[in-house]
């Protein structure tokens, strides 16, 4: 069933958490019991991890209810269990066994509990009116007001209607990424670089006007 | 900084943000589970190359770097790993 990389043992020995002992591909490649075991243990496995992820996300979860969370953990480990064992011969050994399968299981919790937690809510996809404040506030006298003034200004001149309409939704409205791309028929990856590019064109602008824009990364120690 | 309820000034950071060299989600996804693992056990080296992307995408993303936090205690927890200073370490939106 399984092709397993053969730099696998290789990478595992370069680095990483060393792996513990038992070995999941050999068992969910093999037949009989074991595999059937292999492939139980698994799936406890990622209803432990969606469950987890389920549980860090307090907000969405009590949009959503107690008896749909417990739907959604179900649904996502059983989907993870899919990709799990689909990509199981692109698995290199580069990180643990578990931690590589986690991250199905923590990518299927998160999205689904989003878009059960939006389901009723509306999403402002319209084109919002302009930032632009229409005289100076007593705002602009404040520290770092200029700069506020500024980027509002930068958001209405310099974005595209689209990349405008995307950053509001994803940074102001605080719109998930999964929701917003469902409800606008397109994928993550498209919604991110829109974002990625509006940032550039932003961070562009205000360069080229004075402006000592916001440093590259920022740590969650940083942001204390 | 500003009082105008339509661009707190947290969105403001967040829009400007240097958003880094270009990482799709998808990649992130491919790279996050040895992105997470780097950080329990290397603790504040630099990262390798082929995940030198990883930390301004996850501080540009709140979804992955939000999955990549679960992720992280996930790991830590199989590992037997205190996840507190790889946390952080880990970029945040």
């Given at each position: 069933m399984t ?22 591909i050999a068992?969910l490649t093999s ?194 | ?93």
């Amino acid at each position: 069933m399984t092709e397993v990389s053969p730099d696998r043992t290789a990478s595992r020995q370069a680095g990483g958490i060393p792996p513990p002992g038992e070995d999941w591909i050999a068992d969910l490649t093999s037949s009989g019991p074991v595999r059937e075991d292999a492939l139980r243990r698994l799936h406890a496995l990622l209803v432990r991890g969606a469950r987890f992820q389920v549980s860090r996300m307090s907000a969405m979860r009590a949009v959503v209810g107690a008896a749909q969370v417990e739907d959604v953990i179900t649904l996502a480990a059983d989907e993870a269990m899919v990709a799990v064992l689909s990509k199981l011969p692109t698995f290199e050994g580069r990180s643990r066994f578990t931690t590589w399968a986690f991250k199905f299981a923590v990518l299927q919790a998160a999205v689904e509990l989003r878009r059960q937690a939006w389901s009723r809510r509306e999403v402002p996809l319209d084109a919002a009116p302009p930032l632009i404040e229409p005289r100076p506030s007593p705002d602009l006298y404040a520290e770092g007001a200029e700069f506020a003034a500024a980027v509002r200004d930068a958001i209405d001149r310099v974005l595209t209607p689209h990349q405008r309409r995307i950053a509001l939704a994803l940074i102001v409205d605080e719109v998930p990424i999964d929701v917003l791309a469902e409800r606008l028929g397109t994928n993550r990856n498209a919604l991110y670089k829109t974002l990625h590019d509006a940032r550039s064109r932003l961070r562009t602008h205000l360069a080229g006007q004075g402006y000592d824009v916001a440093p590259p990364t920022r740590s969650r120690e940083e942001t204390r | 900084m500003t009082a105008d309820p339509r661009l707190p000034t947290d969105a403001i950071r967040r829009l400007t943000i240097d958003p880094g060299p270009w990482l799709s989600c998808d990649d992130c996804f491919r790279l996050v589970d040895r992105y997470v693992e780097g950080l329990l056990v290397r603790g504040a080296e630099p990262v390798p190359a082929e995940l030198a992307a990883m930390p301004a995408h996850l501080a540009g993303c709140s979804a992955c770097a939000e999955e990549a936090a679960t992720l992280l205690l996930l790991a830590a927890t199989e590992a037997g790993i205190d996840p507190a200073p790889a946390l952080e370490r880990l970029p945040a939106p």
